[in-house]
Structure formats: C-alpha cells, structure tokens
Nanobody, 125 residues
C-alpha cells in the first residue's frame, strides 16, 4: 500500500502562484510515475502532468505547458506541482496519484494505483 498526503491548495488571484505537494509513504519503492490530475465541477477528471519517478522527466497537458512545473524529491518521496500564471479556468480539485507499472501514456486515471485525497485550488478573476 502507498499513502499519499497532499497539501498546498488554496485561494489565489488570477496571475498568482501556488505550489502543491504530494508526500508518499508506505511501499513506495515500486513507484514508476506520479501524476497530477484535476477535476472541475461538472467536468471529467483530466491529467495536468506527470513525472517519471526514475528519470525525472515530466509530461504536461497542453493547457498548462509553460505555466506549471512538476518536480520530485527522491529522498522525501515527494512530488511538487508549481503552478504559475494561474487562470480562473485552473480552478479545480487537484489530486496526485502513483502508478507502479509502465504504460505508454500518462493520462488514463485507471492506470494509477493509489490516489491522494485531493486539494482545492480556486483562482479568482
């Protein structure tokens, strides 16, 4: 089992920044990738980005490229989502998730094995 503890959400004005953290504990040695997803009211869950835990390479959805950055701290087994130039349309519940297997893509929620509880991000205009 892997437990994920998220933090860092909140309310911010458009153009502002937030950093989310996702600390993993438990049996983390099999972590292949960690993804960040978001879900706005009335919308499907969508991938924000993901990081390959071994190589550190990151993948981003087109909607956040150039604004969001995913990083990791191997020693702390923690991933970060730095969100800059936030827009009202970024408002959503953000969740991190761990995947223990290889897949050719990152964007399928069903490919992730463990999920955090989610944290609300609200961007006011």
């Amino acid at each position: 089992q892997v437990q994920l503890d998220e933090s860092g959400g909140g309310l911010v004005q458009a153009g502002g920044s937030l950093r989310l953290s996702c600390a993993a504990s438990g049996r983390t040695s099999r972590t292949y990738a960690m993804g960040w997803f978001r879900q706005a009211p009335g919308k499907d869950r969508e991938l924000v980005g993901a990081i390959n835990w071994r190589s550190g390479s990151a993948y981003y959805a087109d909607s956040v490229k150039g604004r969001f950055t995913i990083s990791r701290d191997n020693a702390k087994v923690t991933a970060y989502l730095q969100m800059n130039s936030l827009k009202p349309e970024d408002t959503a519940v953000y969740s991190c998730a761990v995947r223990q297997s290889y897949y050719s893509d990152y964007d399928q929620p069903g490919h992730y094995d463990y999920w955090g509880q989610g944290t609300q991000v609200t961007v006011s205009s």
